[in-house]
């Protein structure tokens, strides 16, 4: 019996880098919930966006969803660049230390 | 010299600065806290047109002329300096609070100059202010920083006293009003304001000597330098359309050197210019929309800015000088107020609704979509989901959360968290109500920041950014790295050249030993065998002879007179 409630009993906190208690904002439960309720927001602001009527100067702004997948786009390609550029023109950070 | 004041307003911080040294202690901290607030009184007492006035050879200086422009620029000069030096008060070198005071006075004195001259003067005071500051960091890497520092505008000095000399000697005015790019002389000084702004090609030297100054020596120079070129742009080139593709350009040089960077505070430099760009697409737009939307941006800049400055110092304050990404993470949990701090300044620079990049940075959006011009409209959509990616996201997330460095240092003293608290306020406060900053602005407006469409639109734009973010975030893993620029050509291939050029003379002249040991010695041989004591040139004769051979001369020119 004693052996059960062992095995049943509350589990060991998780432990940081330095052994002390993790902190609630890092735990992997914490970070799941963070990705679901930021999913839920991304769904919610681009309902937003089909609510209300939209600018049309240059056409493209009033396509549906414009300014999420613009947004997301943008920077993939942005992030992209970089890292191609980052390959010719990275260089360790003592290179010019020596 | 004649005036309607005692004193010009940027005159206070300037000699003020050179009292902070003689005075020590709690009157030192009086001082520091006083001076930017007597500026900012005496600055608000600075009418429209010319105020003060001084005889300098010929001209007639015009030390002090109001504007909406001028006295808003002037103002959050003012503001920065009392914020940076409560945030400094416990800075040990005082040569770095006197020096920051003296820039931040003299960028007052650009921004109430009237003439072209007035603001060449500052403008240089400026330089040598700027670089006493990153020299005062008091690393080898500062030293070195801040010499490259000092060449380039220096360099940038000279092509703008050029410009001045030659505008005086084309149009003989001195005063510093809307020119355009049109003459010889414009455009040295349009490039020597534009070097200030960290445009291309020069524009390593921000993020080359900003992140070298000390904790506190950052937070000032992120404030003055480029936003006095801001307004001289404003002043002197607004409607210059050259502007906008280089102000374009500088916005995603900013971006894309920032997502490559290690440093914390080189990203926060990279994001300046990145920030300064919309300012300068603003200028080069030149409409009174573009232009408000420029100055507003200039204003709320210079605060979200040195919050994020000012959070990133703290770390390093309290961390003993940490500041690569690669070092630090998991910070929130033991400096609350400063990661606070830094999101406030994230979401600001972001143009986040609610806080003050939003009310301001949205002017020159629209700007761009009311004169239809769709390609830098939608630059800087992008752009604007860039800064999230860059600044608002990755400079936190990498400092305050990320991986758990195991670093738990504490928020620093009071007088640092007062300052953060400070500007975190007035981000917030300004992002809020609008209304006060948009009734200081250069020209009347009506412009309603917080409509539905607006909102939702930026909404979606900056959390898909988010997204991208977080997505792609095994791509933006942090190395020991940097990016190589175009302070490489001066950097390391003329450092490299010129070693290579010293190398060949040295091999050259090695190489010519026959030169040395033989030609040489021949030619010493030579001297010295006409020259040495009983050589024929070097011997002493006595006078009789001499004498002789005159008479010789004498007598064969008589003969030859006589019978030839």
Redesign the interface.
């Known amino acids: 019996m004693s052996e059960e409630k062992k095995i049943k009993g509350p589990k060991a906190p998780l432990l ?3 052994g002390e208690p993790m ?1 609630w ?2 735990r992997p439960l914490s970070i799941k919930l963070l990705w679901l309720g ?1 999913i839920a ?2 769904a919610f ?2 309902w ?2 089909t ?5 049309a ?2 056409g ?1 702004e009033a396509t549906l ?1 414009f ?6 786009a ?10 191609l ?2 390959l010719g ?5 003592t ?2 230390d020596k | 010299m004649t005036s309607d004041f005692l004193i010009s307003p940027s005159f206070i911080l300037i000699f003020g600065a050179l009292l902070l040294p003689v005075v020590r202690g709690w009157a030192r901290s009086a001082l520091v806290l006083a001076l930017p607030l007597i500026t900012l009184a005496a600055i608000w007492q600075v009418g429209d047109g010319v105020q003060m006035t001084a005889q300098f050879l010929d001209y007639e200086l015009e030390l002090v002329d109001g504007s909406n422009l001028s006295r808003l620029f002037a103002t959050i000069f003012a503001i920065m300096a009392f914020a940076g030096g409560l945030f400094a008060l416990n800075q040990k070198r005082v040569i770095e609070l006197s020096a920051a005071f003296a820039y931040a006075g003299s960028a007052i004195g650009v921004a109430l100059a009237g003439d072209i001259i007035t603001v060449f003067m500052y403008w240089e005071l400026m330089a040598i202010g700027s670089t006493m500051v990153v020299w005062s960091g008091r690393t080898p890497e500062a030293g070195r920083a801040a010499m490259r520092y000092a060449l380039v505008h220096l360099f940038g000095g000279v092509v703008l006293l050029v410009g001045v000399i030659a505008y005086i000697q084309d149009t003989g005015s001195i005063d510093f009003t809307l020119m355009g790019a049109n003459s010889f002389a414009t455009w040295m000084i349009l490039i020597g304001f534009l070097i200030n702004t960290g445009a291309p090609p020069l524009s390593a030297w921000l993020p080359d000597a900003y992140p070298e100054a000390s904790w506190s020596g950052t937070v000032f120079l992120s404030a003055f330098t480029t936003k006095t070129a801001v307004y001289v742009l404003l002043v002197g080139f607004a409607g210059e359309q050259i502007l906008i593709w280089i102000g374009v350009y500088m916005i995603f040089y900013g971006i894309v050197y920032a997502l490559l960077e290690n440093d914390m505070r080189r990203i926060l430099s990279y994001s300046i210019i990145n920030q300064v760009g919309f300012m300068v697409v603003g200028a080069g737009i030149g409409t009174e929309m573009a232009i408000n939307g420029a100055t507003s941006h200039a204003f709320t800049h210079i605060i979200y800015k040195a919050l994020l400055l000012m959070s990133a110092g703290s770390v390093m304050y309290m961390t003993g000088g940490k500041r690569k990404c690669t070092d630090l993470g998991g910070l929130f949990q033991s400096m609350p107020l400063t990661t606070i701090a830094g999101i406030i300044g994230a979401l600001a620079i972001s143009s986040f609704p609610w806080t003050s990049g939003f009310v301001s940075k949205s002017m020159t959006n629209q700007a761009a979509y009311d004169t239809e011009m769709m390609v830098v409209w939608l630059c800087l959509m992008a752009a604007s989901a860039g800064v999230f990616l860059h600044a608002g996201i990755k400079f936190p997330w990498f400092v305050f959360f990320q991986k758990d460095s195991g670093l738990r240092p504490k928020d620093p003293p009071w007088n640092m968290k007062a300052a953060m608290v400070l500007f975190s306020v007035l981000c917030i406060w300004l992002g809020v109500q609008p209304g006060p900053l948009y009734a200081l602005l250069p020209f009347p407006t009506d412009y309603e920041p917080y409509t539905s469409a607006h909102v939702y639109e930026m909404l979606q734009l900056l959390l898909y950014a988010g997204l991208a973010f977080f997505v792609l975030l095994p791509l933006m893993k942090r190395k020991l790295t940097i990016t190589l620029d175009f302070d490489w050509l001066y950097r390391k291939l003329a450092v490299d050249s010129a070693a290579s050029i010293a190398v060949t003379i040295s091999k050259l002249l090695g190489g010519c030993v026959w030169v040395r040991d033989n030609l040489v010695n021949a030619v010493i041989d030579l001297a010295s065998h006409h020259h040495n004591p009983k050589g024929i040139l070097a011997r002493t004769t006595p006078a009789g002879v001499m004498m002789f051979w005159v008479v010789v001369v004498l007598f064969a020119y008589l003969a030859m007179y006589l019978f030839v």
């Open positions: 940081d880098i330095n902190h904002l890092v930021g927001l991304l602001v681009t937003l966006g609510t209300v009527h939209p600018h100067t240059f493209i969803g300014y999420s997948w613009y947004g997301f943008t920077c993939v390609g942005m992030v992209i660049f970089a890292k550029l980052g023109l990275s260089k360790k950070d290179y010019y």
